[in-house]
């Protein structure tokens, strides 16, 4: 979910103190919006193809990032919204998107707009279906699958502190957790509290914007609460960083988490963590929002894709990362 300049804590001079900093083997700018698009979430199809999401566009964008001269392009439209945000794949080529009418300044959205959507991006003519509406809510954000579970999306609620699980066939919403960790502060990060997340077996990771946390929880049924909620790691206090929001996951179980205002971190299980990207005053990084890893041929499952809201500069970026 977006943080606007209007109303981002002022950044002060002391540093993060984290375990260390490295940079990546090759870092490149693959696209720059150039007319104030702001990028919220991506998702990677099996050729590669990435695919994203804005709160400020009803809009899924595609774009191959392995083209000579890569640009974006409009592969689905969503009728009665003004901008989506999560986005996460339930069967091949068949993703999840959220999307509503979304009020960008202050992360919300119009109470009653909000829908999960599929949209099979394997056609021509991409084909969506509006699955279910959560009329109560104003701030669905976040996406993700859950493993054995077919057909079975988990989204989180930053303004409820919730995860509610929705069913693609059936169009059941239950609400499988609330919690108040889960919740937002008014302090920081326009009050958002869980934001991203993403699931290994049946335990959830997630990242609470305002309370500056990355965490997991245990999710044994989606009809049944989850317990064991877990601090994994901190934004430290007084640094020149506000929140986390979305990542990505490794096969080793590490998190790449994106940071605001400038920075991408990668967090080991044990809970050390280090800069790998942006910091010490860099400004490369625009306020970057999300992250996914690449698939398709050799080679590109070791690319990381970073996207911005590119506040301060034209737009948002897709920025390609190697290791």
Not at 29 to 42: A, K, P, R
Not at 195 to 220: E, M, W
Not at 239 to 268: E, P, Q
Request: some cysteine; overall charge negative.
């Amino acid at each position: 979910m977006p943080f606007y300049p209007a109303v981002l804590l002022a950044l002060l001079a002391i540093p993060l103190i984290f375990a260390s900093t490295s940079s990546p083997n090759n870092f490149h700018t693959v696209y720059q919006f150039e007319d104030g698009t702001f990028l919220e979430n991506i998702a990677v199809r099996f050729n590669g193809d990435l695919l994203l999401t804005s709160p400020v566009k009803p809009v899924i964008y595609t774009l191959n990032p392995h083209s000579l001269n890569p640009s974006p392009s409009i592969i689905f439209e969503f009728p009665n919204a003004t901008g989506t945000t999560g986005i996460a794949e339930v069967y091949p080529d068949v993703f999840a998107v959220l999307a509503g009418v979304l009020n960008p300044q202050n992360a919300t959205a119009e109470k009653g707009s909000l829908c999960l959507w599929t949209v099979d991006v394997g056609h021509h003519k991409p084909a969506g279906k509006k699955i279910a509406c959560v009329p109560e809510s104003t701030g669905l954000n976040g996406a993700t699958t859950l493993e054995g579970a077919p057909g079975i999306v988990l989204v989180s609620d930053s303004r409820l502190g919730g995860i509610y699980s929705i069913n693609v066939h059936t169009g059941e919403v239950v609400l499988v957790v609330q919690d108040t960790l889960l919740e937002g502060t008014p302090e920081n990060a326009l009050g958002l509290g869980i934001n991203g997340l993403r699931t290994r077996g049946h335990t959830v990771y997630f990242a609470n914007s305002s309370k500056r946390f990355f965490g997991s929880l245990q999710l044994t049924s989606t009809e049944q609460t989850a317990g064991n909620i877990k601090t994994i790691a901190t934004v430290p206090d007084g640094s020149n960083f506000t929140a986390y929001d979305d990542f990505a996951l490794d096969r080793k179980g590490n998190a790449w988490i994106t940071l605001h205002s400038h920075a991408l971190v990668v967090l080991a299980p044990s809970g050390e963590q280090r800069i790998v990207l942006g910091g010490d005053g860099s400004t490369f990084l625009a306020d970057p929002t999300s992250a996914a890893f690449g698939r398709g041929e050799k080679g590109r499952k070791e690319t990381l894709y970073v996207i911005t809201g590119g506040i301060g500069i034209t737009g948002g970026q897709i920025v390609a990362v190697g290791f």
